[in-house]
C-alpha cells in the first residue's frame, strides 16, 4: 500500500492543508514512550500532522483543549486508566464531539464493554493496529465530527483473483468516513477505464 504523492504543499491529503482546513492535532496519551512514538512519527513524517504526547491521564487532561481534533488513548496507565479519561472527557461541553480512540493492549470483555459505555469512536487492539490503520481509523472519527471536508480517497487496486477480498475490503471502507473507488463499482458502460483508472488513481490519497 503506498500514499498518492500530491503536491509538496499538501493539497489533497485529508487535514494537511490546501483547502481541507488546519492540520489535524492529535493527543497521543500512552506511558509508554515507545509505543507513542511509534504512531507519533508516522504521523508527522507522513502527513505532517500535529501530535501532542502525554505519559499520563492527568497531565493529557491539562493539556486537552477545543483545539485538538483527536485523541488517542491506552487503557493501561498508573493514576488514571484510559477509561477514566474518556470518561472526564465526555464530560466536558468544550471537547463535545471530539474524536477518541481507544488504542490499547487489552482485550478484556469487561474492559472493553465498560469503555464502550463512553462512546469510543473506536476501540483498536495495539498488536492488530499499524500506524496506517490507526491513521484510517481517525480520519473516520474526525471526519465524522465535521471537521474535514471530505473523507480520505481510497484506490483498491487488485488482479481477477483477489475479487472476493477487495469486494469485502470495499464494503467495510464505504461503511466507514472513507471514499473507495472500484473499477466494479465506479466504471460505467462506455467509459475510457484506462482514463478514468488515471483519474481516479491521481485523485485518490492512497493506493491498495
Known amino acids: 500500500m503506498y500514499r498518492n504523492q500530491k503536491e509538496e504543499d499538501g493539497a489533497g491529503i485529508p487535514g494537511s492543508g490546501a483547502g481541507l482546513g488546519p492540520r489535524p492535532k492529535i493527543l497521543m496519551v500512552d506511558d509508554d514512550p515507545e509505543a507513542r512514538l511509534l504512531y507519533s512519527r508516522h504521523f508527522r ?16 487532561l491539562r493539556m486537552l483543549d477545543a483545539s485538538f481534533h483527536a485523541v488517542v488513548l491506552d487503557e493501561m496507565m498508573p493514576e488514571m486508566n484510559g477509561m477514566q479519561i474518556l470518561r472526564k ?3 466536558r461541553p468544550d471537547l463535545k464531539g471530539i474524536c ?3 488504542l490499547t493492549a487489552t482485550t478484556d470483555p469487561k474492559t472493553i464493554s465498560r469503555a464502550v459505555k463512553y462512546s469510543p469512536n473506536d476501540y483498536l487492539l495495539k498488536m492488530e493496529t499499524t500506524p496506517e490503520a490507526l491513521h484510517l481509523a481517525l480520519v473516520s472519527g474526525i471526519g465524522q465530527s465535521g471537521r474535514l471536508l471530505r473523507p480520505v480517497r481510497v484506490f483498491l487496486c487488485h488482479s481477477s483473483r483477489d475479487k472476493s477480498v477487495v469486494r469485502e475490503l470495499y464494503r467495510r ?3 466507514s468516513y472513507v471514499e473507495a473507488w472500484l473499477d466494479e463499482k465506479n466504471l460505467l458502460g462506455g467509459q475510457d477505464w484506462e482514463e478514468e483508472i488515471r483519474k481516479a488513481v491521481k485523485r485518490s490519497d492512497i493506493v491498495i
Open 100 to 102: 477518541v480512540i481507544m
Open 45 to 60: 513524517q507522513r502527513y505532517q500532522w500535529e501530535v501532542v504526547e502525554a505519559n499520563s491521564g492527568v497531565e493529557a
Open 173 to 175: 471502507l464505504s461503511e
Open 89 to 91: 472527557i465526555r464530560s
